[in-house]
């Protein structure tokens, strides 16, 4: 198998009657154990990993033995010190009474999709702090103008985004100023130019008038 050659995936097995474990080559260089040296077991699975993840780990080993699926997500440090993130899918095999006899599972590298959902959730984190501390937002709007979606939305008062999707975000303008800004902002929408605009805006449920500066530019799709 060319993932498991290349230390993407693994394959394992788990006996519940005679308690044996069978590990593929992958599993080995996933944990970074040695196949010649290690033989399969609870201690040569918990050695590399990652301390604060040894507890859990643990805890879903056992209950994968007593048949329960348990679908884990740990991390691992290999002796040169590189962190892996790897995720385990396991399946129950029954015994014609009914009861489980053997647990086969995967055990898969994921190290790149948690650092791209780790970066996201940082990222996202972050602009959060800027948004309570300087009063933005990010948005995302269709062809009509219309938002579709808004982050750091708390930061203009907002208890969830759904307050702002569509027009919604055009009613913390002030009757005074919203027709003006209505039609500046369709007419941007129209000729797909980029877009600056002063304007005031009830932020915290309405009870405060906050001068805002809109920024928009359009976003044309690929070819």
């Known amino acids: 198998m060319v993932a498991e050659q290349r230390g993407q995936l693994g394959l394992w097995s788990y006996n519940i009657a005679t308690r044996e474990e069978i590990w593929s080559p992958g599993v080995h260089k996933l944990l970074g ?6 033989k399969p077991s609870t201690d040569v699975f918990m050695r590399n990993l990652h301390p604060a993840d040894r507890d859990n780990a643990l805890a879903e080993r056992e209950l994968l033995k007593e048949g329960i699926i348990v679908d884990q997500k740990f991390r691992v440090i290999d002796s040169s010190g590189v962190l ?13 009474d009914g009861k489980p006899s053997r647990v086969t599972g995967m055990l898969l590298d994921i190290t790149e999709r948690q650092n791209i959902t780790e970066a996201i959730r940082t990222r996202s984190e972050r602009f959060g702090i800027l948004g309570k501390c300087f009063r933005f937002t990010t948005w995302a709007a269709d062809e009509r103008g219309a938002f579709r979606s808004v982050m750091q939305w708390s ?39 980029a877009f600056t605009c002063s304007v005031e805006m009830l932020l915290d449920s309405k009870a405060k008038r906050t001068a805002m500066v ?4 359009p976003t044309l799709p690929k070819g």
């Open 33 to 38: 154990t040695d196949p010649l040296t290690d």
């Open 155 to 193: 930061s203009l008062g907002a208890s969830s985004p759904a307050q702002l999707l569509e027009w919604k975000w055009t009613e913390l303008i002030p009757d005074s100023q919203r027709q003006q800004f209505t039609q500046r902002w369709k007419r941007f929408i129209a000729q797909k130019a």
């Open 214 to 217: 809109i920024y928009a530019a």
């Open 84 to 96: 892996r993130w790897l995720s385990c899918v396991t399946e129950i095999h029954y015994a014609k």
